[in-house]
């Protein structure tokens, strides 16, 4: 319902969805999934996960790719090496997990920080709040969510630029990151790195590296002054 890919409202935002092969129903599908939109479904995330990443057969994917493994092919007879009740198990592990609380929401730099994000038009992309469709897991469907992502795929300029298309994505655009939960990156992942390969070190490098269609807002937030800027991040923290 945000997808404007010609830009026909003027702002500067052409934000388009990435349509993908989706190897469950082999059929064309809306990505939402990966750096690019390129998976359809969580329970094909899980099991490229487990092939690509792990070298983890599965029902879904029962043939060796060669991660972790020089030939492609482990000479056990032992594929898929996870079954059909693993696989539904990790992908409705995953489905489940709840997303943190945003925080600090009646501190007064959070909420200036907030009126901040808006002013900058991070929210064109960021866009705070969304409604899940149907799901077969119940406390899933047509639920109001915070996500802070619209889903869609931007060109985000030539310094983020990996060259590498991915379905209909090309070589410049990035499916928008939803941040909710940034704001406990230390203490999930004990470090506080950013964007598809980590070259950011901290939100505010993230920030800093954004381009293409994103240039404005970057530019924006450059001259705010010290206590906006840390206003800003006060509010991306609390979320």
């Known amino acids: 319902m945000h997808a404007d890919e010609h830009d026909t409202d003027g702002d500067g935002i052409s934000g388009r969805p990435n349509w993908v092969y989706d190897a469950v129903s082999q059929q064309t599908k809306l990505g939402r999934f990966g750096w690019k939109a390129n998976t359809a479904t969580l329970l094909e995330q899980c099991a ?21 493994q020089s030939s492609g092919n482990d000479g056990r007879s032992d594929d898929p090496e996870i079954d059909d009740e693993t696989l539904n198990a990790v992908t409705f592990y995953a489905q489940s997990l709840a997303v943190p609380a945003s925080r600090f929401y009646d501190d007064r730099e959070v909420r200036r920080g907030a009126k901040l994000f808006e002013q900058l038009q991070c929210a064109k992309c960021h866009i705070p709040k969304q409604m899940t469709g149907y799901s077969p897991v119940a406390a899933l469907s047509y639920q109001t969510i915070y996500p802070y992502t619209d889903m869609l795929l931007h060109d985000m300029g030539e310094g983020l630029a990996d060259h590498r298309p991915d379905f209909l994505a090309n070589g410049r655009e990035w499916k928008t990151r939803p941040l909710w939960g940034i704001g406990f990156q230390q203490l999930v992942n004990g470090h506080t790195q950013f964007l598809h390969d980590g070259r950011a ?14 240039q404005s807002s970057k530019e924006a937030f450059t001259k705010l002054s010290k206590n906006e800027r840390e206003a800003l991040l006060r509010f991306l923290n609390s979320l």
């Open 201 to 214: 070190r901290n939100l505010t490098e993230a920030i800093l590296w954004h381009g293409g269609e994103a």
């Open 48 to 68: 490229g996960a487990f092939v690509h990443d792990m070298g983890v057969t599965n029902p879904l994917f029962p043939i060796e790719t060669g991660a972790g």
